[in-house]
Every structure is written in C-alpha cells, then in structure tokens.
C-alpha cells in the first residue's frame, strides 16, 4: 500500500554531516505521519525523530536535538533528515517509517518501512 525508500547513507567522519531521504510512492504523504528508527548491533530499534501528519510537529530523541533537523515536502512525498555533528554513537541502520494520521515514537505501531540506509562515523 505504501512503498518507502531511503537514501543517503555512508561513511562520515565525526563532526561530519549527512542528509537521508524517505521517498514514499503508492499513497499521498499528507495523511501519514513519518519517523526515523535506528538500530545499531546488538541493540533495540530506536526512535530517531518523526514529524506530524499536517507538518506542524516535529519531534526528536534527546540524543538528537540540536544535531538533527527533520522535514517534509508533501509535493515530493519526501521527508529529509539533516544529520549534523555526527558522532560514533550514532552509527546504525535508519529506518524510515510511516503510519496514517497519527503519531508513535513506538515501532511496533508501524506497518510501513523502508529498507534501511547504513549511517557509519568513524573517529
């Protein structure tokens, strides 16, 4: 029913920066709400950032905030992650994430998922 896409993965230094992309198909982005996962080895799935069906609302883990910016262009049905100062902790595969109209920070919620792009930062 919706089909994700991620893009923009790879290897970054620390301090590096990079912007991942979630391009959705088969379904308008405007009804659904969009969030990033990452899961790194041996560790649970965890929430990134996600923003809010209308785009009002964007939400990010504690870890995140002030590095990571999240937006949507609804005409592309695309969202973005601009990840700056990028550290080693946040090496993992991201996932990208949508459910129809309302929010979790939870993945269990979520039925739709993109592949998964690797994020590696060396130092």
């Known amino acids: 029913q919706v089909q994700l896409v991620e893009s923009g993965g790879g290897l970054v230094q620390a301090g590096g920066s990079l912007r991942l992309s979630c391009a959705a198909s088969?379904?308008?982005?405007?009804?659904?709400?969009m969030v990033w996962f990452r899961q790194a080895p041996g560790k649970e799935r965890e929430f990134v950032t996600g923003?809010?069906?209308?785009?009002?609302?964007?939400t990010y883990a504690d870890s995140v905030k002030g590095r990571f910016t999240l937006s949507r262009d609804n005409a592309k049905s695309t969202v973005y992650l601009q990840m700056s100062s990028l550290k080693p902790e946040d090496t993992a595969a991201y996932y990208c994430?949508?459910?129809?109209?309302?929010?979790?920070?939870?993945?269990?919620?979520?039925?739709?998922w993109g592949q998964g792009t690797q994020v590696t930062v060396s130092s």
């Open positions: 994430a949508a459910r129809p109209f309302t929010f979790s920070s939870y993945p269990t919620n979520y039925n739709y």
């Open positions: 088969g379904r308008t982005l405007s009804n659904y709400a």
């Open positions: 923003i809010s069906a209308n785009g009002y609302t964007t």
